[in-house]
Structures are given as C-alpha cells and as structure tokens.
RNA sequence: GGGUGUGUAGCUCAGUGGUAUGAGCACUACGUUGACAUCGUAGGGGUCGCUGGUUCGAUCCCAGCCACACCCA
C-alpha cells in the first residue's frame, strides 16, 4: 500500500542504498549494444555540493540513465580533483588554528598531513552526489594523485619533454605573492579599479634644467628601470633619443631608447621601462637587450636592489612619492581608471615576475585540438560555444605548469651535480640515465616544483579508464561519449583535455561537449558565498526531495542559457511529484496494475486506445528531445503528459468505467492504466529516479529493476484514436465554458442538447455520454432537433449548436453580453482573412495548404457568425 | 577597445516565416462524490526592445540603433 502522501524522505536515500549495494550503476559489458561514457566533471576534493554541481549532475544523470535503459554499455565514471592551491589552502588554514605553518612540518610531513586530511574530510561531495541520485559507478572512483593517475602524469610529462613540448624558462610569470607561486594566465582575474596616474620626472644627465617627464600607476617600480622609451616619430621627445636620463633617489643613468612601446599620444609620451615587472616592458627589454632588476622579493615586498628593502609596495609607492617631492621631481597625480590583476584563488595583486618556470608549447598542441573540431571529431552543443573555443585557442599562450606548492604531482625532473636535467617516469630511471650520462655514480636532486592541478585534470577523460594500462574498459569506453559542464570551465579544461588528449591518443577525449549554463539567485544575479545570496542544494533536497531538484535543473535547462534559481518552481515540481503519487494511489485503489502479457494495441474502448497513443507520443517526445540534449523540452514533454492528458482527462474518464458495471471495460481500463502508469514510470525515470523506482517497486512484482527496464522503442502511433477523444474533451471544455460564464452553480446538473450535430458528432455524443455527463456535470446529453427556445443558454462548437435548457434561470443581459463578445471575436478574425485572401499576391504565392487553411478558417468563421447571430436574434426581445 | 549573447503576459522564461491553443508562478471568480487543497474548473493579462529592409506575409531572416549581461584585452 502506498503512503498517503508523497514523501521523498521515506525512500530516496533506502533506493539509493540498494541501488548501490546491488552494483546497478556498474557498467554490463555483455550488453551488445553500444557503449556509453561520460566522465564526471572532478569536483574538488575540498568541495561541498553547490547548486552549479546540482545542474551539471543532474543533466549528466538524465543522460546516463536514459542510456542504461536503451541497454547500452553505461559508465559514469566519478572521482575527485585534488585541487593544487585549494586543497593546500584549507589544510593550512585548518594548520593556523594550532599555529603551525606548513614549514615548521616540512614537505614530507604536510603532504601526509593533507593525505590524512582527504581521508577523513574530502570527498564530502560525493556522498552528497548519491543524496542527488547520481548514478556513478562507485567501485571505480578517482582521484588526480591516485597511484594510477600520477603514473599517467609522469607518462605524459617526459613524452611531452622529449619531444620539446615542455620546456624550463626564465620568463616573466604571473607571481601570486599570498602563495608564492607562479600561476597561469587562466587564474588571473582582471578587476576594474580607479587607481592613480602619477606624473613626475627623470633629470637629463648633463644637462642640467632639462628633464624627461614620465607617467605611471606605479611609481616604486622605478628602482628596477633600465631605460626610458619615447617614439622615434614622437616630434617634441625625439631629440632625447640617445641621451641618458637619471633614475632619482638611487641616482643611477639609465638610457633612453626608441621603441614603439611609447605612444605619443598617451601619458606624457615617455615611458618608463621595467622589464622584469611588466609584460610590456619586459618585450622592450628583449628588443633593446637591456638589463632586468628584480626588485621584489617571493612575498611582493621590496628587495635590497631598491632603498626600501622588506616594505611592501603601497608602502614603497608612498615613500617613493615622498622622495620625489622632497627633490622637486614630482608635478601631478591624477585618477586613473585602470585593470588590476588577481589571483583568482588568493584575491591578491598578481604581480608579474621574472622567474625560472616550467612550460607546455600549447600553441603547438593546440593545432591538433583545434582541426579536431574543425573537422566535426568533437562537436560544441550548442554549437556556438566552438566560436569562443577556436578564438581561445587560436591565440593562446605557453601554458606556466610549474607550481612553487607542496600539494600536488611533483614534475619527474631531476637535476645532475652541473644542472643537467633528466627526465624519467622513476628516480631509478633518471638515476640510471644520469649515471650513464657522467660514466659515473651521481647525486641527483629532484626538482621542487609541483605541476598545475589542470594538467592532470587534462588527462582526465583516459587516465581514469586505466591508460597507460591496455585494459578492456579503456578499450570499451575510450573516446567517452559527451562531457557536460558549465561555459566558464571551457578555457581551463576543456581546451586543455582536448590538447592532452589529442597528442597523448591521437583521438578526442570526447565526441560532444554540452555547455551549459549559470545557476544564479532568484533576481538573476552570480550566486556567491561573499554575497550571501547561495542556496545549498542539500536544504532544497531536504524540503522538496532531490527529484524536485532534478526536475527542475532538467525543466529548465535550455541550451546555453543561464537558470535562475526559484523556490516556487521547485515546490511546483514537487506538487509534480505529489500529483503522480495521488494518481498511482487512484490506480492503487481501483485495482489498476500492469497484467503481464498485456496487449496495448489490442484495446477496444476509445478512452484507452487514446491515453496509449498519447503515451507513445510523450515517448517519441521524450526521445528525440534527449537525443538532441533538449533537456527542457523533455521535461516538459514528460509533465504535459502526466499531468495534462494522465490525471485531467484519463483518471477522470475512466471514472464511470471504473464505478461501471460493465467488467470486460473494467479490466481493459484497469490493465490500461497499469500499462500507462509503467510507461510514465519509464520515461520520468531519468528526471525522477526515485519516486518512480519507489512506485514501481509498490504498483506490481517485477522481473526487471525499473533502472535497468528498457526504453521504448520507436512506435506506431494510432493518432485515429485520438480524435473521438479530442472531440469529447473539446465538448466538455465547451460545455464547462458556458457553464462558467453564465454563471451556472458548480452542482446544479444540466441536460445538454445538441442541434444541428451531423452523423459523426452524433455518434460521438452517443458513445461518449457517460463520460461527458460525468466531466460536464450533466443529467443527460442528446441530440435535439426542436426549437431553441428562450430558456436555453447557447453556445457553438463545431458545425452544432450547444444547448443548456435553464428553466428560465438565463441571464439574459449576461447571455447578450457574452454573445457580443464572442461576434466581436469573430469579425476581427473574419477582416484578417478577408484581407489575406483578398490579397491577390499571397493567393498566388503562398504555399496551397496555407491558402487552403485560410479559407477554411474563413469559412467556419461564417458559419459560427450565423449561429451567434441567430442566437442574439432569438434572444433579441428578452 | 575586441567578441559573444539576451530583450516575448505582472515575474521567470519557452517557442515559431503563415491568426501568440505559449509554460510555470502570481492574479480574479467559483468549487461540486469516493487519487490529490502539495487540488479542481473557468477566466483576465502581450502593438513578441526601437527603426528600416527582404517577403504575398516578419515576433521569427537581414541591417542599424537603444538597453542589459557575460567573456577577452
């Protein structure tokens, strides 16, 4: 017996529990059909459930259930990210309270630290991804520094070193100061800010009186100036080409230089250059081969090559401006709207520099990565997101893959007594080389530096099938059907996959990529813990269940577009799922239930012939819109059929059957609705997993889990069968209309006539009676071919007239009104087709069909005009 | 500055070269027996951002403009 009322609560967490327990998410590798892969998105392993993570699963679940059932070979695979940066921030956080600092453990013992840590906290996420429904395969969860995975790193690594595709170099790098580490352009934010523009200026050498003037954001930086640049074609500046300028406060002759670098019509004309502190100059610096000065220490504050060694620089910026004022140098600071950069993760002023880092030559990567989708290997859903990806790739930089953390894959690079690197998959295979190499035992050390946690996230999509090990699931699965994420993560990992993937396997890591969207807060805005505006998707599954959730992730989900978050929609989803549960507790009640052997192309009554065409259409609905990742559309197709042809009309026409007496319609109806709820069932089940499995497992015994039954196969549709019932639900609807608008009691019971009605409505009417008496709160309903007389309420439908004798309790003042209306209706739709069909040129030119269906639009346009007039006629003396 | 996208009912959004049967929520009226008030029935509400063009016909295609959002510099 079902519940009375629905409640997620009783069994999502039990179902999920089962399902796991009985490996239903394992992928069946006899299945003779096609295989069907999806990798998971690796959350952080420091991560807690949001509700972007909410979205992305849910659609890669649909997916993945809805593959099961077509009986394919199905892997979800899961697994976590080990996350460089953020795992190591929260685990010296979690350090601080004790006042320890990763350096008083030292590597070794703060990377078991953080080791221990992920065993007893990380990994949170994933428990709240079974709360979700998602149906990865557990037993083959991953982790970026798994034994495996770090083996396909160090491959993947010296492949890309010997072939010169990594490479170590002195280059200005992004510096995160908070860190100490250099990272990549990816995690660099760009903040508009109103700064200062200072104007000051450097004295000519020898020339006393004469001066150079020179505009920057960033005065303290002059202590690592090398020259000054003007524009040959600069006319005012171009003499001072050639001569020196002297550096003030440190007193030290620096060149001035002609570079293009300085614009003439920008800032004073003149520029400063400081090569090793800015990407501009530094390029500079290169074309003139001048001087670099690092004048930073790791933690942004100033170094000895500058008089303010240990301050940091808004301090140094001060004193410098104080320096410059005291020699008279300083003229003007003005405000300067200008771009600062971030660290993403730090939320500290990145600062550009001169470093020894280590590189991947993305643009030579990106060649293969960009002709894959080029040539369809990988198609963008939608397709327009390949626009930002060929523009991305087609102008992207060396990617920076060294990290100075602790937390991550150390880079297999080993340095030899003179600094001769070798690079091996093991310390014995390096040790072995180097040995070789000097004809004699050495001492290696190894290089410090961790890699970007992206680059194993690169590897992804094989290196958690098992590669660089042949084995049957890398065979089965490899290239993996469709990745799914948001568009911000384009740049970070999809591009970088699509290169790892495409040098490493020579094919595409995936075959589609579905790009979704944002979810925002209810006004549309970025959700964000700062602004306090987040909804944890675990308190929503609470309150309305996690298919509520689901439904709604999938109901809104149009392509590319962002989801703005709304509570009421998901209550709505949840009186969804209330909706079906009454209507299976009705079957319940009735004795409707599946009847095996069941034949539901050999039903007689209309009623049933109809709700198993309109079931067979919500299938092919829900099908084709799968198939083509139109989430929304599904849903929808799915709730319309529920709830607007299920529970509206069906339960309701089957009343009468059902309290009838007639027992062969009986049990037809009864194995009908069984029929059709299992078929609902079937295809709600990739939205609603749960509430679906649990009333399979209560409406019947069952040979086959509902997650492993088979979705329908494509069905003839009898849509001969639908129109007796249209024409009886259209009746209805009409009668009730009128019923309505004359203000009928809701339990008065009428006798509807029907004039005018030709054979076909005629025996609709006939056949139909009970249901129609029954949803149209009617005595009786019959055809009539007296007089209209003055009692009677009238309305049109079709080539009838309908009749609602009222002993005398019409309204006629009403009834006109109402009469008028519909006739002023009816005109302005009779000038619209007048004017298209008087139109010689769309007689001529529109397709027939289109001239066809206007004409018969103007023509049953007439006639109901002659019935309404008619009508007010008739009533004219009342 | 470069690029991408969006402007349709009070709100959040679907959708389409042929009268917008638009959806959910909100709103109004009425609620009747035995699935469901987490409900039912009926109803109101829109010059589909603006201006041109293509077309027999444009909310839909094209161009320009206005507004907003996002990405990259």
Redesign the pocket.
């Known amino acids: 017996m079902l519940e009375k009322?629905?409640n997620p609560k009783d069994f999502e967490e039990k179902i999920y529990a089962d399902w796991e327990a009985s490996g239903d998410f394992k992928s069946d590798m006899r299945a003779d059909k096609d295989a069907f892969a999806i990798v998971i998105p690796p959350p952080n392993v420091t991560g807690v459930l949001h509700m972007g993570h909410a979205l992305n699963d849910t659609l890669q679940d649909i997916l993945v259930r809805y593959n099961r059932m077509l009986g394919k070979k199905v892997l979800w695979q899961p697994g976590t990210d080990h996350a460089g940066i953020a795992t190591q921030m929260v685990v010296e956080r979690n350090l601080a309270k004790d006042g320890i600092t990763r350096h008083d453990l030292g590597r070794d013992k703060f990377i078991e630290t953080v080791w221990k840590w992920k065993e007893q906290s990380g990994g949170i996420i994933c428990k709240q991804l079974r709360r979700l429904g998602a149906s990865c395969d557990w037993s083959r969860e991953r982790f970026t520094m798994d034994e495996g995975l770090s083996r396909a790193v160090r491959k993947i690594f010296v492949n890309l070193y010997k072939d010169g595709l990594i490479y170590k170099a002195k280059k200005l790098v992004n510096w995160d100061s908070k860190f100490m580490t250099a990272v990549s352009?990816?995690e660099v934010v760009?903040k508009?800010t109103v700064g200062k523009m200072y104007y000051y200026k450097y004295p000519i050498e020898g020339e006393p009186g004469e001066f150079i003037h020179i505009a920057t954001t960033r005065p303290e930086t002059m202590f690592g100036d090398t020259a000054v640049a003007v524009s040959k074609d600069n006319e005012k500046l171009k003499h001072l080409i050639g001569k020196n300028a002297v550096l003030p406060i440190v007193d030290k002759i620096i060149p001035i230089i002609a570079d293009e670098h300085a614009d003439p019509e920008k800032g004073t004309g003149a520029v400063k250059i400081t090569p090793a502190h800015d990407f501009n100059d530094f390029e500079v610096g290169k074309r003139h081969n001048l001087p670099l000065i690092n004048i930073l220490n790791p933690d942004a504050t100033l170094n000895e090559n500058t008089p303010f060694p240990g301050m940091d620089t808004q301090t140094a910026r001060q004193k410098t401006i104080e320096k410059l004022e005291e020699l008279g140098l300083m003229e003007r600071i003005e405000d300067h709207p200008m771009?600062i950069p971030y660290g993403d993760r730090s939320n500290v002023v990145i600062e550009p520099m001169l470093t020894d880092q280590w590189f991947v030559d993305a643009p030579t990567l990106a060649k293969e990565a960009i002709r894959a989708v080029e040539d369809g290997e990988m198609q963008f859903v939608p397709k327009?997101y390949e626009?930002?990806y060929f523009?991305w790739m087609r102008n992207i930089q060396p990617w920076c893959i060294s990290r100075q953390l602790w937390w991550g894959h150390r880079m297999p690079i080993w340095y030899g007594p003179d600094d001769k690197i070798f690079c091996e998959e093991t310390e014995e295979e390096a040790q072995a080389a180097a040995d070789k190499h000097y004809g004699h035992h050495v001492e290696l050390r190894r290089e410090t530096d961790v890699l970007d946690t992206w680059f194993s996230s690169g590897l992804w999509a094989f290196s958690t099938l098992g590669w660089p090990d042949k084995n049957e699931y890398l065979d089965t699965f490899y290239p993996t059907s469709v990745l799914v994420t948001a568009f911000?993560i384009i740049?970070f990992w999809v591009a970088r996959m699509m290169m790892m993937s495409m040098y490493m396997m020579k094919r595409v890591p995936f075959r589609k990529c579905y790009i979704h969207g944002l979810v925002r807060d209810e006004q549309?805005r970025?959700m964000s813990k700062s602004k306090g505006n987040t909804v944890d998707p675990m308190e929503t599954i609470e309150k309305y269940g996690a298919d509520a959730l689901r439904f709604f992730m999938a109901a809104?989900e149009?392509?590319g577009?962002?989801i703005?978050m709304?509570e009421?929609?998901i209550a709505?989803y949840?009186?969804f799922a209330?909706?079906l549960w009454?209507?299976a507790?009705?079957g319940e009640?009735n004795n409707c239930a599946p009847v095996k052997g069941f034949d539901e192309k050999g039903v007689s009554h209309p009623v049933n012939k109809w709700i198993i065409a309109k079931a067979k259409e919500a299938t092919e609905q829900v099908t084709a819109n799968l198939n083509a990742f139109r989430f929304?559309?599904a849903a929808?197709a799915v709730y319309q059929f529920v709830?607007g042809a299920f529970?509206?009309w069906y339960?309701?026409m089957i009343?009468p059957i059902l309290?009838g007496e007639d027992e062969t319609q009986k049990a037809e109806t009864r194995a009908t609705f069984g029929w059709v709820l299992d078929r609902i069932l079937i295809i709600l089940h990739p939205f609603m997993p749960f509430i679906t499995t649990e009333l399979w497992n209560n409406t019947a015994d069952r040979d086959v889990k509902l997650i492993h039954a088979a979705w329908p196969q494509s069905e003839n549709i009898d849509s001969a069968a639908m129109n007796d019932i249209d024409w009886t639900i259209d009746l209805i609807?009409a009668v009730?209309?009128l019923r309505?608008?004359m203000n009928i009691p809701?339990?008065a019971r009428l006798t509807l006539y029907l004039k005018g009605a030709d054979a076909a409505s005629a025996e609709h009417l006939q056949s139909f009676a009970s249901i129609i008496c029954?949803l149209a709160?009617l005595e009786k309903a019959e055809i009539y071919t007296g007089e209209i007389t003055s009692d009677m309420a009238q309305g049109v439908f079709r080539e009838a007239v309908l009749l609602l004798p009222l002993k005398g309790v019409v309204d006629f003042a009403a009834e006109r009104e109402r009469l008028n209306k519909e006739l002023e209706n009816l005109n302005k739709?009779l000038e619209?087709y007048a004017r298209?069909l008087g139109?010689p040129?769309?007689v001529e030119?529109?397709?027939a069909a289109?001239v066809e269906e206007?004409k018969r639009?103007q023509t049953e346009a007439l006639e109901n005009k002659a019935k309404v007039e008619e009508a007010l006629q008739r009533i004219a003396n009342f």
């Open positions: 009322n629905y352009d990816l760009q508009e771009v327009s626009k930002t523009e911000d740049f549309g970025k809104m149009t392509q577009r962002d703005n709304s009421a929609r709505g949840r009186n209330t909706k009454n209507a507790r009705f009640m929304s559309d929808n709830w529970c509206d339960i309701e009343k309290y609807s009730r209309s309505s608008e809701a339990g029954s709160r739709n619209g298209k139109n040129s769309f030119r529109a397709p289109v206007e639009r």
